[in-house]
């Protein structure tokens, strides 16, 4: 072949490839107006429709079923429903989990975590409540102070655990009757006499010993500081407090003038006995 003619040919092959690309892009745009082609449209790709078949129809896996079981290529019966109602499941509902029935199967609802429970102890810095799986835990509470009846000490929760701080020494306490708290906490009757009620006197003083009160007496007999001159008469302690007159005839009383008496005491009674007869005296004696 000479090289006139190889040309030719090299021409018409050329345009034969041209003629079909044209006419397959023109027969693609044609089927997409008339056969509903919507990849040459651009148009969305539709979605099938999910089927499934029901009991005793061929499968090949369980997707197939709308039991989703597949047991001998065959699709098995669904399952019948476990419940109607949520009483009709197994079981009991508890504060923290409750039964459910949903499209006819069993289940359970766990009670929101952090709901505190009905069943709590008092003073115990914790507070039980729902763990949100369907248990009960404690956490801490340290609102949920303890109380031990006692007025030296002051009752906390720290971090839930309770805490008996003694207040101040010498914080009174009691019924208000002068008692007062000790070092460790505890009410006593006195830390010193002056925490004691009453007051003191000649013949008693208050006292405190081991956290009680007592009263410490003047021995019995002693004069106390009141006393009236010339009474034949003294003031002393009883023994047990109280404050007693006894005789005493060193307290004569006071002269009354009259030089022809003797001015004494007779067991506790002033007396003035006439002197003896012809003793001297001044006029008018």
């Excluded at 000490?153 to 701080?165: A, Y």
């Amino acid at each position: 072949m000479d090289g006139e003619r190889f040309d030719n040919l090299t021409k018409a092959l050329a345009t034969r490839r041209s003629r079909r690309s044209i006419f397959g892009l023109a027969g693609a745009a044609v089927g997409g107006l008339f056969g509903g082609s919507s990849k040459a449209l651009g148009a969305p790709k539709a979605d099938k429709p999910s089927k499934c078949y029901g009991e005793g129809s061929s499968c090949t896996n369980a997707k197939q079923c709308c039991s989703g079981t597949c047991t001998n290529r065959r699709c098995a019966a669904p399952p019948a429903p476990q419940c109607a109602f949520a009483t009709d499941c197994p079981g009991s509902d508890i504060e923290c989990r409750s039964r459910s029935c949903v499209s006819g199967v069993c289940g359970f609802v766990n009670t929101p975590a952090g709901t505190p429970t009905s069943q709590q102890t008092a003073g115990d810095c914790r507070k039980n409540v729902c763990d949100g799986s369907g248990a009960v835990t404690s956490v801490p509470d340290d609102a949920d102070r303890p109380e031990d009846n006692n007025g030296c000490t002051t009752d906390s929760c720290l971090n839930g655990v309770p805490s008996h701080t003694p207040k101040l020494e010498g914080t009174a306490c009691g019924d208000g009757g002068g008692a007062v708290c000790d070092a460790t906490g505890t009410c006593v009757g006195c830390l010193t006499a002056s925490d004691c009620p009453g007051s003191d006197t000649e013949c008693q003083t208050r006292s405190c010993n081991g956290g009680i009160c007592g009263a410490e007496f003047a021995p019995q007999g002693t004069p106390t500081s009141d006393q009236t001159s010339g009474d034949c008469k003294q003031n002393v302690c009883d023994g047990a407090g109280g404050v007693i007159l006894i005789a005493d005839n060193t307290d004569v009383p006071g002269d009354d003038g009259n030089q022809c008496t003797t001015d004494t005491c007779v067991d506790g009674v002033p007396t003035f006995a006439p002197v003896a007869a012809g003793s001297q005296c001044s006029q008018g004696g």
